[in-house]
């Protein structure tokens, strides 16, 4: 069984002027996305911010997030590092917290070899019981995992149940999921993917777009699992152009702004993130109006 189905939402963190994490404005973040219809948090990911995040921040994050969702939908804690050791404890502290699941993202900088990244999430793995997906994000990381090690991974270690898949490489995905065998779970990483990896056997998508417009990105997944592709695929097409709009510049930034546009006040980046450019801004604006979200 998936750890979820749907539109899992890669939440941002807020933060205070100062820098520090407001645990008042999660909380509220938290409660809307399950209001809004959201079928997964992913706490401490990329758009998390968890690159700047200490290791007790980090944790404090994922614990506070478990505690406040109280097993209403799952949680899914980031807890990648290209550090084999800095994964493990992350993610027994995670799993010790109360995460439903673990999402590990590619060795970053070191560039392991196929037979290090197998080794890599075997040994996290083993540290815990809860459920892992892999996160191929070759753009970030500068590493490409090759479909057979994704799917030895999930056939071959039984909590690795799955890929979110960020690569973009729909000839890859596609071979990923011809080899499978029912045994990887496929989430997309972009959300202007959701409904092709839907259509290659997905189970959802881990969403940036949701941070602004849960409801919305639930829907394009729900009316594709309830049989009404064409209706799914009039969701993916409209949502585009805000899309776009939210990676004009590097996620996080975007959808920080936007979310600040629409109120929520989730405060600032933590450098070396800076404010996203004033004419990006514009573009983010108006892509907002268009969309109906502002």
Avoid: W
Avoid at 39 to 58: L, N, R, V
Avoid at 269 to 289: F, I, S, V
């Amino acid at each position: 069984m998936a750890i979820f189905e749907g539109a899992g939402v890669a939440l941002i963190t807020p933060f205070y002027e100062n820098g520090e994490v407001n645990y008042d404005k999660l909380e509220e973040l938290l409660e809307e996305q399950i209001a809004g219809g959201t079928d997964a948090i992913i706490s401490c990911g990329t758009t998390g911010e968890s690159s700047t995040m200490s290791h007790e921040e980090h944790i404090e994050v994922i614990r506070f997030t478990c505690q406040v969702v109280k097993n209403r939908i799952p949680v899914i804690a980031g807890t990648g590092s290209n550090a084999t050791r800095e994964a493990i404890h992350l993610s027994e502290a995670a799993e010790t917290a109360g995460a439903d699941g673990l999402l590990l993202v590619t060795p970053y900088y070191n560039k392991a070899t196929q037979a290090g990244l197998a080794a890599h999430y075997t040994a996290v793995a083993e540290s815990v019981k809860i459920p892992i997906l892999l996160y191929h994000i070759p753009g970030r990381t500068g590493v490409t995992m090759k479909p057979e090690t994704i799917v030895n991974l999930c056939k071959d270690v039984p909590n690795i149940v799955g890929v979110k898949e960020a690569s973009a490489n729909f000839s890859a995905i596609a071979e990923i999921m011809s080899m499978a065998e029912g045994k990887v779970d496929l989430y997309s990483g972009n959300d202007d993917q959701i409904v092709p990896l839907l259509s290659l056997g997905g189970k959802g998508v881990i969403s940036v777009l949701s941070n602004v417009a849960p409801a919305q990105t639930h829907e394009i997944c729900e009316s594709y699992f309830r049989g009404d592709s064409k209706r799914s695929c009039e969701l993916q097409l409209q949502a585009v152009p805000l899309i776009n709009a939210l990676f004009c510049e590097v996620n996080p930034i975007p959808v920080k702004a936007a979310m600040n546009l629409m109120g929520k006040e989730v405060g600032p980046l933590r450098l070396p993130l800076t404010e996203m450019e004033p004419q990006n801004q514009k573009r983010l604006a108006k892509a907002m109006e268009d969309y109906g979200i502002l």
